[in-house]
């Protein structure tokens, strides 16, 4: 296992929709996905893609510790492997929530995300995944699949003066950002 090297935002590898994967179930994938979650874990991240650790395959890891994601699907969700995976919304209800990425460090930004989702998927076996998820969870792997298309969450982003750097949080939440999830919450669009 090795912790690999985290492209940052302006790298070209997160810039272009990743290629998907032949065959799971080959050492080479194997390897990398064990190298990713070394690396993950190592820089205290929710989840990773491919591209983020130079590698544009359409690939991604992720796990959510108890305690760590908000509300009903707030569960502790065990490492994970996706292959392909597809994501599709289930409706056009929105959440908007903080996030943070290892390819975009020291900053937080508010972004818009779909409630529910469907996950298809394969996992290293090469068997299928199908799942409905929301809250947190639907959160993370929205995110983690943007990468698989080239996408970082600032590019999501309805508010670009809502992107901050994480650490400006301690001062508190910006006013802007108190309404807009204020409104969200009351059912306003």
């Not at 296992?1 to 799971?24: Q, S, T, W």
């Not at 080479?28 to 983020?52: C, F, H, Y």
């Not at 292959?83 to 943070?100: A, F, Q, R, S």
Request: net charge negative; aromatic share 4%; glycine share 8%.
């Amino acid at each position: 296992m090795a912790i690999l090297k985290i492209a940052r935002m302006g790298h070209p590898v997160l810039n272009r929709p990743a290629d998907p994967v032949e065959d799971p179930d080959v050492l080479e994938i194997r390897q990398l996905v064990s190298d990713m979650v070394e690396t993950m874990l190592d820089a205290g991240g929710t989840g990773l893609a491919a591209p983020q650790v130079h590698v544009p395959l359409r690939v991604l890891v992720y796990f959510v510790a108890k305690g760590r994601g908000r509300g009903p699907a707030a569960e502790d969700v065990p490492l994970t492997v996706l292959v392909n995976p597809v994501v599709t919304p289930l409706d056009d209800e929105m959440d908007y929530d903080w996030e943070g990425c290892l390819s975009v460090p020291g900053l937080t930004g508010l972004v818009p995300r779909y409630k529910r989702i469907r996950l298809e998927a394969i996992d290293l076996e090469g068997n299928r995944i199908e799942e409905d998820l929301s809250g947190f969870h639907a959160r993370v792997i929205q995110h983690e699949y943007d990468h698989l298309d080239g996408v970082l969450y600032p590019q999501r982003m309805d508010d670009l003066s809502l992107l901050m750097y994480s650490e400006e949080m301690k001062h508190g939440m910006p006013e802007k950002a108190k309404q807009l999830l204020e409104a969200k919450s009351a059912g306003e669009e």
